[in-house]
């Protein structure tokens, strides 16, 4: 895809976004997006067949990339988490206003949180800790927690900090080294 196709079709995404957080997918029309995306409909259909496959493509975009950072095999190690914390940086600056519209989604909500469930399941696993060590997975859930809370309040402009200050904090919320 050309770079001026792929600005389009962020283009749509925000505007498709922005609208989603005041009304449900049901209320949002192709005309609407496309006011709001200041492009004909014509163009809508030159990228998606519908609103639900929009919203379908967007939710499975943004999972699909953040996970695939998040299950990056990295190891364990401060710098394998720190390699696969910056991939994810990455991600987060180059998509910023697509990734704040979403998460202020219901839906949106409802996959950070899942996000942050699969990244405490990634730990343990490979971890290898059991379910019953309470306090390891007390320190895991704490690590991942603070983390996502850390990215989140960066995302939304809270914490006014550069690549390597987010780097830092996201590392010093690590409660649990194997």
Same mark, same amino acid.
Request: glycine residues 4%; charged residues 25%; aromatic residues 8%.
């Given at each position: 895809?050309?770079?001026?196709?792929?600005?389009?079709?962020?283009?749509?995404?925000?505007?498709?976004?922005?609208?989603?957080?005041?009304?449900?997918?049901?209320?949002?029309?192709?005309?609407?997006?496309?006011?709001?995306?200041?492009? =004909?409909?014509? +163009?809508?259909?030159? *990228?998606? &067949?519908?609103?639900? %496959? !929009?919203?379908? $493509?967007?939710?499975?975009?943004?999972?699909?990339?953040?996970?695939?950072?998040?299950?990056?095999?990295?190891?364990?190690?401060?710098?394998?988490?720190?390699? =696969?914390?910056? +991939?994810?940086?990455? *991600?987060? &600056?180059?998509?910023? %206003? !697509?990734?704040? $519209?979403?998460?202020?989604?219901?839906?949106?909500?409802?996959?950070l949180l899942a996000i942050i469930q699969n990244g405490?399941?990634?730990?343990?696993?490979?971890?290898?800790?059991?379910?019953?060590?309470?306090?390891?997975?007390?320190?895991?859930?704490?690590?991942?927690?603070?983390?996502a809370g850390i990215l989140y309040h960066w995302l939304?402009?809270?914490?006014?900090?550069?690549r390597a200050q987010v780097l830092s904090a996201l590392?010093?919320?690590?409660?649990?080294?194997?």
């Open positions: 895809m050309t770079s001026q196709r792929q600005k389009t079709k962020q283009t749509i995404e925000v505007a498709f976004l922005r609208l989603l957080c005041d009304a449900p997918v049901e209320k949002i029309t192709v005309r609407e997006i496309s006011d709001e995306a200041q492009i =004909s409909r014509n +163009t809508f259909y030159n *990228y998606f &067949t519908s609103v639900y %496959e !929009l919203k379908q $493509l967007v939710t499975t975009d943004i999972n699909t990339n953040i996970s695939s950072r998040m299950d990056r095999e990295t190891g364990l190690t401060k710098a394998g988490l720190a390699e =696969s914390l910056t +991939t994810m940086i990455d *991600y987060l &600056t180059a998509n910023q %206003e !697509l990734l704040r $519209l979403f998460f202020r989604t219901p839906e949106g909500n409802v996959q405490i399941k990634l730990w343990r696993l490979r971890a290898h800790v059991r379910q019953s060590d309470t306090e390891a997975n007390v320190l895991i859930i704490m690590s991942v927690h603070g983390m939304y402009g809270q914490l006014d900090l550069d590392l010093s919320a690590v409660r649990y080294e194997p």
